[in-house]
């Protein structure tokens, strides 16, 4: 009973040498219906839903929770300005998480939003970043734990963090250090993605100069931000974060209370020298950085967190508990 | 992978908030299926039939191309595998198919063995998928994904009913791997005994206990049709790739005297159901029931035979690496007793094959002694009687000298007296 499989299951690894033909469209002589399999994945995708966890990180006051709330216009966050809060400058930096389930068009998604509260906050930062840190690893141990089970769940609860929207003062100066060590860290386990908060106190010549020296202090601290350039996978998502990568740091404004300008509705801060208007890209960036975190890169975000920061812990805790360094576990 | 993105709402405190507009991430879906398309799709089918029954030509039937290879031949000694991959396009997506055919099924006399090497290949495929997932570096979201997807059984014409090789091949793949059951050749059947047969063969499979991949029906986009799909099983089949002129048509059809037999028009056979079922509404289906079903009872089952269970939430992570760093630990310790013990007895038995041959070695001085003692003592006698013997002669000999010396003086003293006495001692001489 000879087993010709294996020699040709090596035929299918990917690679020169490979017994294929490549079939064009044109050569197929009538339609088979292959893309009705984007249909079919599109329906199921939408049938079971999404996750998104994302975390903010800043000082009090710089107005994360309304940015988040005008991220996804809803009240998904509770601002620490509303009557019944309770005002208290916590000693640590206490991590508090709130999901919602919010829908558009057929879509569920549940989002989870990661709060910092007390991050920058005290007198000596010494070390503040350590339970951030510490929440971001154990999500993804939580994760690992469940896919080496025997018997695990059909699909296992993703609360790894997708993105960390990380504060930057509107100073106006440079990165401070603060800010340096907390990139400097979370850059290698999560996707930053910095923004100037309260960007109404900037003029757009101050902006500019501000965002270059960003990210001239990003390039000299080695700091990666998302989008990664070692993770670009062709010419073409290359020429289009490229484009984002000139624009980061993200300069945004956010409100949730909405103004009439030219007798439309618009979400804007009023003052007494004019109505910024949030969602108008000549006044802030905040358009830019919905479209991308929600509208093009929401898919994109998920996929590096899962493919690249999660491997790199998995392979880095594999390694540590074990005395065999071999690449493989082999189980013959 | 999609899998991987879907959640289960509500529950675990997340209530639902209204949006006051329009956020945007509905295009989360577009944003997945562009991130596969730029990716590509793995589909693979597994045939499995008896020689003849005309799989490689519904394979280029359903995908609407020549796919290589000649007819094999009726003679093989075992049932193997062969597969091949080819790589489609149309319009923007590519698809990477793999088309596995099994050469030699039921040509055999004794054919008790034949599902043998099919669920072996199939094994190696998950096991193949397993080590990937396991491994440290791995790399998963860029693995070519080998596993197969969807069997393609077919079930020859006959009319009567399933054979019994079907049933047990049937029986041993359905927990491995979808099974679609289809009867080939189908324009040997008249429509009156293919739905006989139709319902003979769904009601063995029932009561043989064999499961075979129902479409799904909780989809309501795709609920009806799958439902209408499910009692059309098994498909019964015509491939062709011939064109033949109807109307002013080119068409794929099968020419006889008699007639014409269209391959894509639904009363003559079930071809374009097959088609629709299998890649036009359910392949992604197809795909995910493999990952989470029978990949993950593979899984379960490779996993618990190698000894790991799921130890309580509280006890060390990673029980995995460590039950098996435990059990490493136990084997090779067994594996060195082993060795000891082998090594101890060949000692003890070198002792006792020395200590006989010393025995033995013993035995032979022992014997050699004694005959070189008898030896000895015979030459010793032989001596003592030679000396005897020798003596004797010497008596004599003085004896013969006294006697004539005694002669000669007699003679000396009277001549003829004694001659008389020298006759008589001549004649006593």
Not at chain 2, 347 to 354: D, L, M, Y
């Amino acid at each position: 009973m000879e087993l010709e499989a294996e020699v040709n299951v090596e035929l299918c690894q990917s690679g020169p040498g490979l017994q294929m033909s490549l079939i064009r469209g044109t050569d197929l002589f009538g339609y088979i219906g292959i893309e009705a399999v984007l249909d079919q994945m599109r329906s199921k995708t939408m049938k079971a839903g999404f996750e998104f966890n994302i975390m903010v990180v800043g000082q009090s006051g710089l107005g994360k929770s309304t940015l988040v709330n005008t991220l996804f216009k809803s009240k998904v966050s509770r601002k620490s300005c509303t009557p019944n809060y309770e005002e208290k400058i916590s000693k640590t930096v206490k991590l508090q998480t709130v999901s919602h389930v919010i829908e558009e068009n057929g879509v569920k998604m549940k989002l989870t939003v990661i709060d910092t509260p007390g991050f920058g906050d005290q007198i000596n930062n010494d070390n503040c970043w350590e339970p951030i840190v510490k929440y971001v690893n154990e999500q993804y141990e939580k994760y690992l734990r469940e896919e080496l089970h025997i018997n695990r769940k059909r699909v296992i609860p993703d609360s790894r963090v997708h993105c960390c929207i990380y504060f930057l003062p509107a100073t106006g100066h440079r990165l401070r250090p603060i800010d340096v060590e907390f990139m400097k860290r979370l850059g290698k386990i999560v996707s930053i993605v910095p923004v100037i908060a309260k960007a109404d106190t900037l003029t757009i010549e101050e902006r500019q100069e501000f965002k270059e020296r960003i990210r001239q202090d990003l390039v000299d601290n080695g700091i990666h931000v998302y989008p990664q350039k070692e993770y670009d996978e062709d010419p073409e998502e290359r020429i289009l974060n490229n484009s984002i990568r000139e624009s980061i740091p993200f300069a945004v404004v956010g409100t949730d209370k909405e103004h009439q300008v030219n007798g439309n509705k618009v979400l804007g801060r009023k003052t007494n020298w004019g109505i910024i208007e949030v969602e108008n890209v000549a006044h802030c960036e905040f358009a830019n950085l919905r479209d991308l975190l929600i509208r093009s890169h929401l898919q994109d975000l998920k996929d590096v967190t899962h493919n690249i920061h999660y491997e790199t812990y998995r392979v880095r805790r594999l390694n540590e508990t074990k005395i065999i360094k071999s690449s493989s576990v082999n189980f013959k | 992978m999609a899998s991987t993105e879907i959640a289960r709402q509500a529950g675990e405190g997340a209530r639902a908030v209204p949006l006051a507009g329009h956020v945007g991430f509905d295009s989360m879906p577009d944003q997945l299926v562009n991130k596969s398309v730029n990716h590509g799709f793995c589909f693979n089918i597994l045939c499995v039939g008896e020689t003849g029954l005309g799989k490689s030509t519904l394979m280029d039937t359903l995908f609407n191309t020549k796919f290589e290879g000649e007819p094999t031949q009726h003679n093989q000694p075992g049932v193997t595998l062969k597969s091949n991959t080819y790589e489609l396009q149309e319009s923007n997506v590519r698809l990477k198919l793999t088309v596995v055919n099994t050469v030699g099924f039921g040509d055999q006399i004794n054919k008790e063995d034949s599902y043998k090497s099919i669920v072996e290949f199939i094994d190696a495929q998950f096991e193949a998928y397993l080590q990937e997932e396991l491994k440290i570096k791995r790399t998963l979201h860029s693995y070519h994904d080998t596993r197969i997807h969807a069997c393609l059984y077919f079930i020859a014409p006959t009319g009567h009913s399933l054979k019994s090789l079907d049933l047990v091949t049937m029986k041993k793949l359905d927990s491995k791997v979808n099974i679609i059951p289809i009867i080939a050749k189908s324009d040997a059947i008249s429509k009156s005994e293919l739905a006989k047969f139709k319902i003979k063969i769904t009601s063995e499979l029932v009561s043989n206990g064999v499961q075979i991949y129902q479409f799904p029906t909780d989809d309501e986009s795709v609920a009806e049709i799958n439902s209408t799909m499910n009692s059309h099983l098994p498909f019964a089949v015509v491939g062709s790739t011939e064109e033949v002129k109807i109307g002013n048509k080119m068409v794929k059809a099968r020419q006889y005297p008699w007639g014409t037999v269209q391959v894509e028009n639904e009363n003559h056979c079930d071809f374009v159901k097959l088609r629709e079922m299998l890649i036009r509404v359910n392949m992604e289906d197809l795909r995910e029931q493999t990952h989470t079903r029978h990949y993950e009872l593979y899984r379960r089952c490779k996993l618990e035979e190698m000894g790991f269970k799921d130890t309580d939430p509280d006890s060390k992570p990673f029980s995995l690496q460590e039950t098996y760093e435990a059990k490493r630990n136990e084997f090779m310790g067994e594996l060195q007793k082993k060795e000891e013990e082998m090594r101890q007895m060949f000692v003890q038995r070198v002792k006792e094959k020395e200590a006989e041959l010393k025995e033995a070695e013993k035995e032979l001085h022992e014997k050699f002694d004694r005959l070189k003692k008898l030896h000895q003592d015979e030459k010793k006698k032989l001596e003592e009687k030679k000396k005897s013997l020798d003596d004797e002669l010497n008596m004599f000999k003085q004896k013969k000298t006294a006697a004539e010396l005694l002669q000669n003086q007699a003679q000396q003293a009277g001549g003829s007296t004694t001659l008389k006495r020298d006759k008589e001692r001549k004649n006593f001489f």
